[in-house]
């Protein structure tokens, strides 16, 4: 299987600019920790943020019920924070988000990430410290919208899922990352909802 051209184009203009920004802000104070509640379907995200937690934790309680459009949304959702989120990755081959891709793209999709967006962590690290990594803090669904998708060749019953993300204050200002994107997500054979495509 081969991932939309539009998916790897994402990656590659996620992290546009390294230009010096100062910190505008301050963020708020840690809160209680939240505890992971683990699901049979997704992979739990390694070193999650608490942000993660939350939005991993609605998507477990979602797989529960019977509403798959709510199923694909928090499935994009989650992709969303665990991939575009760098701040809790161990270097630029410790890839997010890959429980929500296809198995079959998997490697492809990786390689893909380590070489652009992923490819930018040492030089984030090396100009302006680790604690500069984009950390996605929170998220907006501006629309989910039921659409016809293909993908490898075959017609599919899915989503656009369309959201915009806000990041922790930084060196790194939010204009040089991805904040609006719209995904594409499908069932897989196995009813599982995937993120096949960003804008």
Not at 69 to 98: C, I, M, P, R, W
């Amino acid at each position: 299987m081969k991932l939309s051209k539009k998916f790897m184009i994402v990656c590659a203009v996620s992290l546009l600019a390294l230009g010096g920004c100062g910190k505008d802000e301050k963020d708020e104070a840690p809160k209680e920790k939240i505890k992971i509640v683990e699901n049979s379907v997704y992979e739990t995200p390694k070193k999650p943020t608490e942000e993660m937690k939350k939005v991993y934790n609605q998507l477990s309680k979602a797989l529960d019920g019977s509403d798959e459009a709510k199923k694909a949304e928090l499935a994009g959702v989650n992709f969303a924070y665990q991939f575009f989120t760098l701040s809790n990755k161990s270097g630029n081959e410790d890839v997010g988000g890959l429980t929500f891709i296809p198995e079959a793209s998997r490697e492809e999709f990786k390689q893909f990430a380590v070489s652009y967006y992923y490819g930018n962590y040492k030089t984030v690290v090396n100009q302006y410290g680790k604690d500069s990594l984009p950390y996605v803090k929170k998220h907006s669904v501006t629309k989910v919208e039921a659409t016809q998708l293909i993908y490898n060749d075959q017609t599919y019953d899915g989503y656009y899922v369309k959201l915009k993300l806000t990041y922790k204050s930084g060196e790194l200002k939010e204009k040089q990352l991805k904040t609006t994107m719209t995904l594409q997500v499908i069932p897989d054979e196995n009813g599982v909802w995937r993120v096949i495509a960003a804008e």
